[in-house]
């Protein structure tokens, strides 16, 4: 041992620093919950029809939950994913919810799905197609930054038209990874790597309103439009109605992008040859490109033709999809060694938001919100109205399931817009295109979670260019609403019902 060695290992270790910001967000969300939990019983909600919805003990500790939850996330007071751990552990402490109910609920099949498409993503990054299609796109597009942004979101939102955007996202994840690898490099976050994933997170969320193939809650809000209002909304009527809309918001988010976290760099001199060359190195496609390149369209174009062949109706989509993951291990393209590589964070991140939005639904916390939200807007303007309920949907998506976020919202709401004069459609369409993009959690979506994987941003910076974001969102809804939607032949207002 040398003597700077024996020096070193006699000295104290550095202590670290208190973090009080750290102390004081943790009791904030301890005290929120048992504010909330033990505080007196809470006046009933009230339904235009005179229906009362009473709040339960049951209801106020999932309220009481689901506020802690969400300062823990947003303040990252322990990692995300402990946080989730904490969701299903106070369910169970004070029987809020059956232990098997609010545990069973971390491995639904929707974080399966995540997980699945989590690992679609980690292939493409082994295999080298990430690069292959990473290097071409740079070909095409260029040298300047503003393009780049533009050329990711494009191909981001287009492909969700035909894929769940959650594997869109996991799939454009390892290919920005290698964008920005080409940009700096420094592992320290830029305004050029903080845009280009919180874009890719936001217009993952814009594009797959299109269609929908692009996420579940399209077919299941039609479905729900269906048993209540007795109309049947096609797949093709969905997509005249949200494509402009849908691609309004992905060129306004360039716009909001360019603007907020304009890149440091103008240009990247040189980019275009250099990606152009670095293609070309990587030869013909190999082995197992081709393979994982057939696994995933075959995965693809069997979850996408469910919505058109009643054959294939039956088969769940994360059958189909973990099935591809098993073809990754049989055909040697993954081993052992790579489920060490899951960001495991991100899937518990997802295990409790699936549970807490079970829990505020099956209490009766949601519906309470809702009920008591919505009732406000009973005599106001048809317009604030429909915006108030987007509104709603929009701020409960971010928390919960965007399909539940609609399904408790939908039934107040359609209740109430005949005798303010408001069409049935406006309000399932506008609920549709919000609850598509939450900005402001992490828990709202998975693209958002796995945009944070890149390590670019926090989860406060996440939630605080979230607001002016869901700005844009509600000014380009009131567009929709107000002008492009009875241009194109929607009936937004129609008699009142008196």
């Not at 440091?264 to 001199?269: H, N, Q, S």
Request: hydrophobic fraction near 60%; proline fraction near 5%; charge should be neutral.
């Amino acid at each position: 041992m040398t003597a700077a060695e024996s020096q070193a290992m006699s000295l104290p270790e550095a202590k670290e620093p208190f973090n009080v910001k750290r102390l004081l967000f943790m009791f904030l969300g301890i005290g929120l919950f048992c504010f909330v939990y033990y505080c007196p019983p809470w006046p009933d909600a009230i339904d235009p029809m005179g229906e009362h919805f009473v709040l339960s003990q049951q209801a106020k500790g999932a309220i009481g939950v689901f506020l802690l939850a969400a300062t823990w996330w947003v303040f990252e007071v322990v990692p995300i994913g402990v946080t989730s751990l904490t969701i299903g552990t106070l369910q169970a402490l004070f029987m809020i919810r059956d232990p098997k109910v609010a545990f069973k609920d971390f491995m639904d099949p929707s974080v399966l799905f995540i997980f699945g498409s989590i690992v679609i993503g980690m292939v493409f990054t082994k295999t080298g197609l990430t690069k292959r299609i990473a290097y071409k796109m740079l070909s095409i597009v260029g040298e300047k930054t503003s393009m780049i942004y533009l050329g990711c979101f494009v191909m981001t939102a287009a492909l969700t038209h035909v894929m769940a955007h959650t594997a869109v996202a996991a799939t454009m994840f390892p290919l920005l990874m290698a964008i920005h690898a080409l940009y700096s490099d420094e592992d320290d976050p830029t305004k050029f790597g903080k845009g280009l994933f919180i874009g890719m997170a936001y217009v993952a969320g814009a594009g797959s309103i299109v269609t929908l193939l692009g996420a579940a809650r399209g077919a299941v809000a039609l479905g729900f439009y269906k048993d209540i209002m007795s109309i049947d909304v096609s797949f093709f009527e969905l997509t005249w109605y949200m494509f402009p809309v849908g691609w309004l918001m992905v060129f306004a988010l360039w716009g909001f992008f360019m603007l907020f976290f304009k890149p440091e760099r103008a240009r990247i001199p040189g980019l275009k040859e250099k990606a152009g060359r670095m293609y070309r190195e990587l030869g013909s496609w190999s082995r197992k490109e081709i393979i994982t390149a057939v696994v995933v369209a075959l995965a693809i174009l069997v979850i996408a033709l469910k919505n058109f062949i009643p054959a294939l109706s039956g088969l769940d989509k994360t059958g189909i999809l973990l099935c591809s993951t098993i073809a990754f291990f049989l055909f040697n393209i993954l081993d052992i060694d790579d489920l060490e590589e899951i960001p495991w964070n991100i899937i518990l991140l997802f295990a409790g938001a699936m549970s807490i939005g079970f829990c505020l639904w099956e209490t009766g916390a949601a519906k309470w919100m809702a009920v008591n939200w919505l009732v406000l807007f009973q005599n106001a303007p048809p317009i604030v109205f429909i915006l108030g309920m987007a509104f709603f949907v929009m701020m409960m998506t971010n928390f919960i399931m965007n399909v539940a976020a609609i399904a408790i919202s939908l039934p107040v709401a359609l209740v109430i817009a005949p005798y303010l004069g408001v069409g049935g459609e406006v309000i399932l369409f506008s609920a549709l295109v919000v609850s598509g993009m939450p900005f402001l959690l992490l828990v709202g979506a998975a693209p958002n979670a796995i945009a944070y994987n890149s390590k670019q941003f926090t989860t406060a910076e996440f939630f605080l260019w979230g607001l002016p974001a869901s700005a844009v969102l509600m000014l380009v809804t009131w567009l929709a609403v107000s002008v492009l939607w009875p241009l194109m032949g929607m009936e937004v207002y129609v008699p009142k019902v008196m």
